[in-house]
């Protein structure tokens, strides 16, 4: 699966490309046109249950109980079972950093450190180098459980995961011409979106392009930091709403001093992953107060805690997420992992493939709090961000989006990987469109018959759900 280090710069461009078509003697792109579960394939909730063992326990029931809500919020749910399904099938060696989670709703508005809108990946919990296509094969299988969660016929679902899948290999097939820089730079601004929309017919999806850029500009710390403080005696705090938002001291025993002799210390790891600029900002504010945080679909259980932090007045506030990273669900798949850090796996995948990172970006290591040690990384709260709701979207706008997101994810694989390979893999016909659509397709359904497995588990008594 690996190939040297120094491969794109060693070899021609017309090397690069002799290795891309070659490829297509591990694995054709007609190969990648259907799902069938692996003889020895594990039960999904086996897989489920493993990941929880090291989740915080009273949080899994809220888990599995996100997960049985449709089975669109299962498969949100359900990278590492995805992963098991990947590893055992032939793949083209063409390795990119992954998201390793790239379904349609981590794909979103963010706000860049110059105060632009950008549309990106938004998650990297699971970034790990693998083949380019795993990435592609769950955001396409997104697409099409999104579509049948609103009722469309498999001829709209097929239409939203095409445009997709094609929007990615035209678009790699146009990096595979740029200069290396030039790849590096690129980025998907909101000017990119409007021309997008423009080309489209569909007013509907202008206004709302429209309309999301400008809600995404509203969704500020400022906003967050209303939300979830209040003012107390001791002055401005987290507000607790058990279990979803509990306060630092609320999960500790009275009778300790953890709290007054850790808290002023518990980010210094963290401050000296940061450029010394920002860490030079983040001196000008005080560190006020933690709370754990119950977050995502596929993340909860794990252990999250926003942090308040003051500057200047009760009125200057910065909200930072602390968020545990784990073991990615791609390690076993790929045997990639030997990192030191999570949170640093996550940061550094997130920098390569990101083309704006928050300028607070960072990890750390945090111990004591619960008896044990984990790895995080730290990013602002919320900044400016967007994010889609399929659930609202017509065909047409979701095949819309399905370009987007297609043509985002190429950038992504570009600057990682070699877009002179993968292009030459993926050639100038619709061999590989139309294989990824009869995967998306084959993997619906067995998501959806994993959907009802953890249901039967949970009627069974097997695992508790708890809804939230």
């Not at 249950?49 to 899994?60: D, F, G, N, Y």
């Not at 790849?183 to 392009?209: C, F, G, K, P």
């Not at 850790?262 to 010394?276: A, D, F, K, N």
């Not at 977050?295 to 909860?300: I, N």
């Amino acid at each position: 699966m690996t190939v040297p280090s120094d491969f794109t710069s060693t070899l021609s461009p017309s090397e690069r490309a002799a290795y891309g078509r070659q490829a297509r003697t591990r694995a054709s792109r007609s190969a990648h046109g259907w799902f069938e579960p692996d003889q020895q394939r594990p039960d999904p909730v086996e897989v489920l249950e493993r990941q929880s063992a090291t989740r915080v326990p009273e949080l899994v029931p809220v888990r599995y109980g996100r997960m049985l809500e449709s089975p669109f919020r299962f498969y949100r749910g359900a990278a590492s079972i995805m992963a098991t399904d990947l590893a055992p099938v032939p793949n083209t060696g063409l390795l990119v950093q992954l998201c390793g989670d790239a379904h349609l709703l981590n794909f979103r508005l963010l706000a860049s450190p110059e105060r632009h809108l950008v549309f990106d990946i938004n998650d990297f919990d699971e970034t790990l180098p693998g083949p380019f296509e795993w990435d592609v094969k769950r955001l396409a299988a997104s697409f099409v459980i999104a579509g049948r969660a609103n009722g469309f016929p498999v001829k709209d679902q097929n239409s939203a995961v095409r445009a997709c899948v094609q929007a990615y290999r035209e678009r790699m097939r146009g990096f595979a011409g740029m200069r290396t820089l030039d790849i590096w730079y690129a980025q998907d601004d909101t000017d990119h979106v409007r021309e997008l929309m423009a080309s489209s017919a569909n007013a509907e999806a202008r206004r709302r392009a429209a309309r999301a850029s400008a809600q995404a500009r509203t969704r500020t710390h400022l906003q967050a930091f209303a939300k979830l403080t209040r003012v107390t005696a001791e002055g401005r705090r987290i507000a607790p709403d058990p279990p979803l938002v509990v306060p630092l001291a609320d999960l500790l025993d009275p009778s300790e001093d953890w709290q007054e002799k850790e808290l002023q210390t518990v980010l210094e790891g963290y401050v000296r992953t940061l450029p010394s600029e920002r860490r030079h900002l983040l001196r000008h504010f005080r560190l006020v107060d933690m709370a754990r945080k119950v977050v995502g679909v596929g993340s909860v259980g794990t252990r999250c805690w926003i942090i308040l932090m003051l500057g200047r007045d009760d009125d200057d506030p910065l909200l930072l997420q602390a968020k545990e990273a784990q073991e990615s669900v791609l390690s076993a798949p790929t045997g990639a992992d030997r990192w030191d850090n999570q949170g640093r796996r996550v940061v550094t995948g997130q920098r390569l493939i990101q083309t704006t990172s928050d300028i607070f970006l960072g990890w750390t290591h945090i111990s004591g709090i619960d008896g044990q040690g984990h790895d995080y990384y730290v990013r602002q709260l919320r900044d400016w961000k967007g994010i889609a709701r399929p659930e609202t979207m017509g065909p047409g706008l979701l095949t819309l989006f399905g370009r987007l997101c297609g043509a985002s994810l190429a950038r992504a694989h570009a600057r990682s990987g070699d877009p002179v390979a993968i292009a030459s893999y993926l050639g100038g016909s619709d061999r590989f469109d139309r294989a990824l659509t009869e995967f998306a397709q084959s993997y619906a359904d067995q998501n959806e018959r994993d959907f009802e497995t953890l249901g039967a588990a949970v009627r069974s008594g097997r695992l508790k759900a708890e809804s939230l």
